[in-house]
């Protein structure tokens, strides 16, 4: 089912929409065949003007992107379908936590389809707890810190990626600092045999 691009994406980005436009003066390549005369010259315009072809995120079939040279209306509407996509990247840039891939694939008839994949990083904050609360010398204490400082690389790097948000990389940090805390009132000594025990138990579970 062929994309089409919200009202206020068209108010926007009036000069790309003249035959659904009020106003249509200005000609674009959609109703003017003298600009567009072969793929390439198609493919240069998608790419200055399309974010998603820009990015390498747009699989646009070759028999298609003739036809667009020859018919306006299927030119148009491959500009509506790019248009869309976009939109939809950018909103999903946004609001799509873990949105790491996205792309539009338009086949010989001009059907587009979305395609997008996700992942996400994380802390488990329940089991960093019961480590720092089972940690009985400053020993035990400094592994759950240096697992926590891993913890706090991934989930800054996740964050640069979309993989996370700002609250995960904040309760890493409130980990460390209670972590911290509990390292203050140990002892630096070796473990007993039972605390060690516990200690090991925590780390696995």
């Not at 790419?47 to 699989?59: E, F, L």
């Not at 869309?84 to 694939?105: C, S």
């Amino acid at each position: 089912m062929p994309i089409k691009p919200s009202e206020a994406y068209i108010a926007k980005n009036a000069y790309r929409y003249p035959s659904i436009t009020k106003s249509s003066a200005t000609a674009t390549p959609a109703n003017d065949k003298t600009k567009i005369r072969s793929t390439r010259e198609l493919t240069d315009y998608l790419r200055q003007n399309y974010t998603t072809v820009q990015a390498g995120k747009a699989n646009i079939s070759a028999k298609y992107l003739q036809k667009c040279v020859d018919d306006d209306k299927e030119r148009q509407r491959l500009f509506d379908c790019l248009a869309v996509a976009d939109e939809t990247m950018q909103a999903a840039k946004n609001n799509g936590l873990g949105i790491q891939h996205m792309e539009i694939k338009i086949d010989d008839d001009g059907n587009a389809v979305m395609i997008s994949s996700k992942s996400t990083v994380s802390v488990n904050e329940d089991k960093r707890r019961r480590q720092i609360a089972a940690a009985a010398t400053k020993d035990n204490i400094e592994e759950v810190l240096r697992l926590l400082q891993i913890d706090l690389e991934q989930v800054e790097d996740g964050l640069q990626k979309n993989m996370c948000d700002e609250a995960e990389v904040k309760k890493v940090k409130k980990l460390i600092e209670e972590a911290k805390q509990r390292q203050q009132t140990l002892s630096d000594r070796a473990a007993t045999p039972c605390e060690q025990a516990t200690v090991a138990v925590n780390m696995l579970i």
